[in-house]
């Protein structure tokens, strides 16, 4: 496939033309799977991103901000579409009063010229609407990448607006995702091996908030049809 774009293999960066094309051949392989992926756009704009709804299994706080308890959700109503993606508390943290309850997670992943990479946006909210705190989606993340995040600004989280919706969203940082890019695509390049950066990207900082990408989105990437690092 002729690239009408490019990365950077020595800065780990692509341009948007890149970009749109990986996000093309993710989505292609997204339907093949019915995997929930589409394109988003605003009416009137030409600017899109990648999005995905799931329900997952967690843990969020019943103490409501008056003192009061929150309600509990059933589980059992929900059917068998929400996955067990729940909290992992660390040992010997206080925490406040929880119960299970199904969240609904809504990804995008939309480029950032600033930094020119993708970037991560985010948001979750119980099924009645509540969107969840910052402090809650901290504690949804599983302990094996807390301290990463906690000890890595290139993906802390934070919250801000989205840039083409206008409202709230939580995002991981991308300020060091050419870092670790860099030799993920120097590796491919010294192998001859076609990758696409979205793939690669997304199944490093995903996990961490619970966004798991298939393996065979990695085996597609890498046959004739993905792309060539330059």
């Known amino acids: 496939m002729q690239m009408s774009g490019a990365w950077d293999v020595g800065l780990g960066g692509l341009d948007e033309d890149a970009f749109l094309q990986c996000c093309e051949l993710f989505l292609q392989h997204a339907r093949s799977l019915d995997d929930g992926w589409s394109w988003g756009r605003l ?45 992992d508390d660390a040992e010997g943290t206080p925490a406040p009063p929880s119960a299970a309850a199904v969240i609904r997670y809504e990804y995008h992943v939309l480029y950032s010229r600033s930094f020119q990479t993708p970037t991560l946006y985010f948001r979750a909210s119980t099924l009645d609407g509540r969107s969840l705190s910052l402090e809650e989606i901290w504690d949804g993340v599983h302990s094996n990448y807390r301290q990463r995040l906690l000890h890595a600004p290139w993906d802390s989280i934070t919250q801000q607006e989205h840039p083409l919706l206008g409202q709230p969203f939580f995002v991981l940082h991308p300020c060091r995702t050419q870092q670790f890019m860099s030799p993920v695509l120097e590796a491919a390049r010294n192998q001859n091996r076609s990758l696409n950066y979205i793939v690669s990207w997304l199944s490093t900082v995903g996990p961490a908030v619970g966004l798991h990408i298939p393996l065979s989105y990695a085996t597609a990437s890498s046959e004739p049809s993905g792309l060539d690092p330059d």
């Open 43 to 87: 009416n009137g704009s030409d600017e899109g991103f990648l999005k995905k709804t799931v329900l997952v299994t967690g843990k969020i706080n019943t103490e409501a901000p008056d003192g009061t308890s929150r309600p509990a959700e059933d589980l059992d109503m929900l059917g068998e579409d929400v996955q067990d993606g729940g909290p």
